[in-house]
């Protein structure tokens, strides 16, 4: 992270709150572009939260598996496009109840902090959620879409966020997907995908935060996420400029799965 001149100062991290519902792959892209010119030191560090419409995210774990073309084919019956995304793990599905996360920062070692980054998104999504009334934990829910050590999940019961991560050559992409309305729209989607993945899951630990703080709105979560994030860094609201667009336009093909 780039530091301030004085050392007792919080670092800047830049926020980027556009979306592209209606483009999900050309979305991907635009969170590509925003980690190679940050990497290359181009950008500085720089966080988007926006809000997706219905899209399925499948990895490149994904995309090598027998069932793939299937479960592209199922995301589209129901309603979701599929997109290619930057992190790992396995298929994980956004909706307009959801808030989508993307966090590109710079590092010389990326994989040294590795755990570091994992940590540090986990903690200030659970404070952002405990915040807001959700008995909130970070770890894996036992059955969970996407499995991974940093999700973040209510009473150990619920997975309610999870966290992927992408490295290249001089900096790291963090995605998170925080599920605030409509866990069942979430259920629906991702069964047959998984069914065609062959991968085991449990639909009931699929939650959202609605489901724990009854009349829950995505302003609330937002806000809570921003306040969160400003406890520990100086947060400047920025837009994409037009040489990050252009470059996304140029990656868009690579997160479009085949037809």
């Known amino acids: 992270m780039q530091e301030n001149a004085h050392n007792s100062a919080k670092p800047s991290l830049r926020l980027i709150r556009r979306?592209?519902?209606?483009?999900?792959?050309?979305?991907?892209?635009?969170?590509?572009?925003?980690?190679?010119?940050?990497?290359?030191?181009?950008?500085?560090?720089?966080i988007r939260i926006h809000r997706p419409a219905r899209e399925l995210a499948f990895s490149k774990q994904?995309?090598?598996?027998?069932?793939?073309?299937?479960?592209?084919?199922?995301?589209?019956?129901s309603g979701f496009e599929p997109v290619v995304r930057l992190?790992?793990?396995?298929?994980?599905?956004?909706?307009?109840?959801?808030?989508?996360?993307?966090?590109?920062?710079?590092?010389?070692?990326?994989?040294?902090?590795?755990?570091?980054?994992?940590?540090?998104l986990a903690e200030i999504v659970r404070g952002a959620l405990a915040q807001l009334g959700v008995d909130a934990r970070v770890g894996e829910v036992a059955g969970?879409?996407?499995?991974?050590?940093?999700?973040?999940?209510?009473?150990?019961?619920?997975?309610?966020?999870?966290?992927?991560?992408?490295?290249?050559?001089?900096?790291?992409?963090?995605?998170?997907?925080?599920?605030?309305?409509?866990?069942?729209?979430?259920?629906?989607?991702l069964e047959p995908v998984y069914a065609a993945l062959e991968l085991d899951w449990?639909?009931?630990?699929?939650?959202?935060?609605?489901?724990?703080?009854?009349?829950?709105?995505?302003?609330?979560v937002e806000a809570a996420l921003v306040a969160r994030l400003s406890e520990s860094f100086e947060l400047i609201e920025a837009e994409l400029e037009p040489e990050t667009l252009a470059l996304a336009e140029e990656l868009e093909p690579g997160h479009t799965p085949a037809r």
């Open 19 to 46: 979306g592209f519902p209606d483009r999900p792959a050309y979305g991907t892209g635009v969170s590509e572009a925003i980690l190679r010119r940050v990497a290359t030191g181009e950008l500085p560090d720089t």
């Open 62 to 77: 994904d995309r090598a598996a027998a069932g793939f073309e299937a479960a592209v084919a199922a995301a589209r019956r």
């Open 87 to 120: 992190a790992g793990g396995r298929a994980a599905a956004f909706h307009e109840g959801t808030l989508a996360i993307a966090w590109s920062s710079a590092h010389e070692r990326p994989v040294a902090g590795t755990h570091q980054r994992f940590e540090q």
């Open 144 to 189: 969970e879409y996407c499995p991974g050590a940093w999700s973040v999940n209510a009473s150990g019961r619920k997975k309610l966020s999870g966290i992927g991560q992408r490295m290249i050559r001089g900096g790291a992409h963090l995605g998170s997907v925080v599920v605030v309305t409509d866990s069942r729209l979430l259920r629906a989607a």
């Open 202 to 220: 449990d639909p009931e630990t699929t939650g959202s935060i609605e489901d724990e703080v009854a009349g829950i709105e995505l302003d609330q």
